[in-house]
Every structure is written in C-alpha cells, then in structure tokens.
C-alpha cells in the first residue's frame, strides 16, 4: 500500500479546513464592500441635499433682485444720457409683476419684462416716462431725461 493515499482520508478539522477559512475571507470582504458602497451612497444622497438648498437659495435671491412678488418698477435709465444730434441712445427698463408697460413719447412697442433695452433717436432734449400697470389698478412711474447736444 502506498503510504501517500490513505483509504480512509481524516477530514481536516475546522481550524485547519481552508474552505472555512475562504468562506470567512469572502463574507468579510463583502460586507466591507457593502459598507463602503452604503457610506458613498450616504456621501451623495448629502452632498445632493446641499446642493438642493444651495440652488434653492441661489433661486430666492435671484427671484429677490427681479423684484420678487412685489410690483414696480427694477429700473429705467439711458445709455447714454447725452447724445450728439443724429445719434441713437438706449432706453432700458425692468419691471416686476406688471400686466403692462407704455413708454411716452415712443412709437416702438414695450412690454413687461426684468430687462430690456429699445433704441431712440431724439432730435432734442426729451423726457421719456414709463409707466406700469400690474392689472388691479395700481400705477408706478418713471422719468429720465435724455439730452441732445
């Protein structure tokens, strides 16, 4: 008889069985790969949160600086406010919460809107007003001069 193989092999006991041993490594090394994958999963679903609120606040306040749910007027100025003869300036405004917008005197048509810009032509010093109107009746005003040299 061969004294390398045994008739009736003794099975190895569970401190000196690998198969133990792997199984032991492979369960560790899973639920260490589950537990990094659910702490980055924890990371994002954070860093997502905050920056959901910072995009909300960045919201408000741009929602605040066009004037937010109040009705007026944002802005009204020229561009430039003196001109020579036969040169054009820009009249801008911004308004906020208005129904509608009349420019006087001007033939070109305007509309509510946060900032738009139309270009006149005075031949002599004009005063130009705006009015909005925000649809219950109430009126807000502004004047701006431009000069003709």
Same mark, same amino acid.
């Given at each position: 008889? /061969?004294?390398?193989?045994?008739? /009736?092999?003794?099975?190895?006991?569970?401190?000196?069985?690998?198969?133990?041993?792997?199984?032991?490594? $492979?369960?560790?090394?899973?639920?260490?790969?589950? @537990?990094?994958?659910?702490?980055?999963?924890?990371?994002?679903?954070?860093?997502?949160?905050?920056?959901?609120?910072?995009?909300?606040?960045?919201?408000?306040?741009?929602?605040? *600086?066009?004037?937010?749910?109040?009705?007026?007027?944002?802005?009204?100025?020229?561009?430039?406010?003196?001109?020579?003869? *036969?040169?054009?300036?820009?009249?801008?405004?911004?308004?906020? /919460?208005?129904?509608?917008?009349?420019?006087?005197?001007?033939?070109?048509?305007? @509309?509510?809107?946060?900032?738009?810009?139309?270009?006149?032509?005075?031949?002599?010093?004009?005063?130009?007003?705006?009015?909005?109107?925000?649809?219950?009746?109430?009126?807000?005003?502004?004047?701006?001069? $431009?000069?003709?040299?």
């Amino acid at each position: 008889m /061969n004294m390398l193989t045994e008739p /009736n092999p003794k099975p190895y006991s569970g401190f000196r069985n690998p198969l133990l041993y792997t199984s032991v490594a $492979v369960v560790l090394a899973m639920l260490y790969a589950g @537990w990094v994958l659910f702490s980055r999963r924890q990371e994002v679903r954070e860093l997502e949160e905050k920056s959901k609120a910072e995009k909300l606040a960045q919201d408000q306040k741009i929602v605040e *600086s066009l004037g937010g749910s109040s009705f007026g007027i944002l802005n009204f100025y020229a561009s430039p406010p003196i001109i020579q003869r *036969s040169e054009t300036a820009q009249l801008c405004y911004g308004v906020s /919460n208005a129904k509608s917008v009349r420019l006087e005197p001007q033939s070109n048509a305007v @509309w509510p809107s946060y900032m738009r810009c139309i270009e006149v032509a005075p031949k002599e010093d004009t005063t130009y007003t705006l009015t909005a109107e925000d649809g219950r009746g109430n009126t807000k005003t502004a004047t701006i001069v $431009v000069k003709v040299r």
